[in-house]
């Protein structure tokens, strides 16, 4: 008994804390609505971009706040990394800058799991692409036979990081990643971001943005199809390169909410962790908002 009131009464000493010190919904619509500015519109999809092929609405606040998204709780309190096959030693040190920036980009503790082994993923949940060559595992099959099984009862979300290119469905050449909205799960691949080796900037920022993307998913948050923002759709690394690591105003301030967030306190925070890992162009953002919100 001892034992199991200890971590309960934590737990309820931070849900309580949190809630008292989180900004009110007011506040954070005010803050939202000063950075409006800042935004950028959406830019019309090219041929073969993901809003040429992939129609979609986009979802505003009201809409998340709707849907009841998944967000922490008392007894949902830890978001997860769960590796999965090998990794290069380049490679290694991305899963715990991933790790980090989660923490602050999300606000809750993040913990990484034991790697799986590569023969976690079945013959039948992997194949070598016709055309390629390259070993590919199927990510519908990461999610629901991998993540889920093993999603710890106090996850907020598990994500599944490979170094292996993923494949949704036969009929797809590839994808960055794939995540469930109701189940809390989400997977993200490696494969295609450059040599960590030889540059282990852009492997990173990569990562990170495909990472935070993925998450935000699992947050319940959609596509944006409002302005460039971390949550465009993508199809392709020169879409998704395009596309800011940074969250847009509207996708951010359901954030702020779902994790109870003070916007400008993260927004520093992210700036200081994009400083120290070289993002030049994500600090100088941050920065800019926090800079605003401050005012």
Known sequence: MKHWLAPLVVALFIAATAAQEAPSLQTLRTDAAKLQPLMQKKTRPAAGDWLAEHPED???FDQYLASRPNRPTA???TLYIQPIGDFTKAQEPLVK???EILRIHFGVPVKVLDALPDAAIPDRARRTHPKWGMKQFLSAYILESVLLPRRPKDA???LGLTATDLFPQPSWNFVFG???LEERVGVWSLAR????EKDYATVLRRTL???THE???MFGIEHCTLHECGMNGSNNLAESDHAPMPFCSVCDLKLWWACRLDPAARYTSLADFAKAHGLAKEEAEWRRRAEVLKK
Do not use: F
């Not at 971001?193 to 960590?196: F, I, M, V």
């Open 193 to 196: 971001y450059g040599d960590a």
């Open 75 to 77: 007894e949902r309190t």
């Open 209 to 211: 943005q495909v990472a």
């Open 178 to 180: 794939e995540a469930s």
């Open 58 to 60: 986009g979802q505003t």
């Open 156 to 158: 907020v979300a598990v």
């Open 215 to 217: 998450t935000g998913h």
């Open 97 to 99: 800058d991933t790790a």
